[in-house]
Nanobody, 124 residues
Framework: QVQLVESGGGSVQAGGSLRLSCSAS????????MGWFRQAPGTARDFVAA????????IYGDSAKGRFTISRDNAKRLVYLEMNSLKPEDTAVYSC?????????????????WGQGIQVTVAS
């Protein structure tokens, strides 16, 4: 079992930056692939970024490429999402997720545990 708690969300002006953190409890954090997803009102949950168990590999969704960076600190059981050059269309609830038994994953169906999500609002 893994419990995930996101922090660092809030409101920011367009062009600004935010860093989201995801704290994990439970054992063997390093054995989980981790990812970030987001969901805007009335839309499906979208893939944002994923990182492998060791942190050596990352994959980004099209909306995140070149602007967002995912990283992890296995010793601290933390996953980060650094978001730069934010746009109003980045406004959504952002959730971190953990996938057991996979090195890295991009599809939400591969993820076994989810945080409650945190709101990010980007004003124009």
């Amino acid at each position: 079992q893994v419990q995930l708690v996101e922090s660092g969300g809030g409101s920011v002006q367009a062009g600004g930056s935010l860093r989201l953190s995801c704290s994990a409890s439970g054992r063997a954090f390093g054995s989980y692939a981790m990812g970030w997803f987001r969901q805007a009102p009335g839309t499906a949950r979208d893939f944002v970024a994923a990182i492998s168990r060791s942190g050596g590999s990352t994959i980004y969704g099209d909306s995140a490429k070149g602007r967002f960076t995912i990283s992890r600190d296995n010793a601290k059981r933390l996953v980060y999402l650094e978001m730069n050059s934010l746009k109003p269309e980045d406004t959504a609830v952002y959730s971190c997720a953990a996938a057991n038994g996979m090195n890295i994953a991009t599809h939400l169906a591969h993820y076994d545990y989810w945080g409650q999500g945190i709101q990010v609002t980007v004003a124009s």
